[in-house]
């Protein structure tokens, strides 16, 4: 476990938001490799973003999850998130592209992040999430007396009761997130890269989308043999470009669906 204090970071992931919780304004991303890469594109807050606004001309639309909406190893056109983003903007006014993916970060920070992200800078007309694996989640040790930031993979990796009560939380986290959507009129759309997730477990949740399609992910690689990238992105860790593209045809459809149905 990665034991942390305020703006700590885990050195085996790069970054952590661990000081959300205690912060009243929106957090910035402060430590990251592409923050000392000046070709790539960051707004004000570190974030593969333009810089938030707070009037908005045109459709506000968010866009949250980990490092796979961050874009690590990726250009910036090849993330999931922009290529959703350049879809719509085809043919809707849009205000600007709102990326707060951040790296790292489990399902109730993102949820969390978002909540933030409303107060300060108001709320979207759209969100679409990609969330990551379960159970990477925040607590408390008593031994060394600080919060403790952990991926726990296996049940040997946690006591039973915490393995068995943070997909609850999380849970709890994606109900709450719906409902705020709905009483909104914010139109939400959500899925996961990871296959072993247990989203369609909760069956009373309703804007979960399966946005992973293996066939449509190997095809892409085949038709596109000179993206050396279309499996595995340039840090040889995140998924690549195929990924990417599939995911975001799978929102794009779905929020046209919802977008037609209701008229």
């Keep these: ?132 694996v379960s159970r990477r989640f925040v607590s408390f040790d008593k031994k060394s007396d600080k919060y403790v930031y952990f991926n726990v993979y296996e049940p040997e990796d946690a006591t039973y009761e915490l393995w068995q009560t943070i997909p609850l939380l999380e849970y709890q986290y994606l109900f709450m997130l719906e409902k705020y959507c709905k009483s909104n009129h914010i139109v939400l759309t959500y899925g996961t890269w990871d296959k072993k997730s247990h989203f369609d477990m909760y069956e009373d949740l309703e804007y979960y989308i399966d946005i992973y399609d293996d066939i449509k992910i190997a095809e892409y690689a085949q038709n596109h043999p000179e993206d050396k990238f279309t499996l595995t992105a340039r840090d040889g860790v995140h998924y690549g470009t195929a990924f990417h593209t599939v995911w975001a045809d799978s929102m794009y459809n779905s929020y046209m669906k919802r977008i037609k149905n209701d008229g």
């Excluded at 970060?105 to 007309?125: L, S, V």
């Design 1 to 132: 476990m990665f034991k942390f204090q305020k703006g700590d970071v885990d050195p085996n992931n790069n970054l952590r938001t661990v000081s959300y919780a205690f912060r009243k304004d929106f957090p910035k991303i402060t430590r990251h490799p592409f923050l000392h890469n000046k070709a790539i594109r960051l707004n004000d807050d570190g974030y593969r973003s333009d810089d938030f606004l707070k009037e908005h001309d045109g459709l506000h639309i968010l866009f949250s999850g980990c490092s796979n909406t961050y874009g690590d190893g990726l250009e910036e056109h090849e993330i999931w998130a922009k290529q959703l983003y350049d879809r719509i903007k085809k043919d809707t006014k849009v205000s600007g592209f709102f990326n707060i993916g951040t790296p790292g970060q489990g399902i109730t920070y993102i949820i969390f992040h978002i909540f933030k992200y409303i107060e300060t800078y108001g709320k979207p007309d759209a969100i679409f999430i990609n969330f990551p």
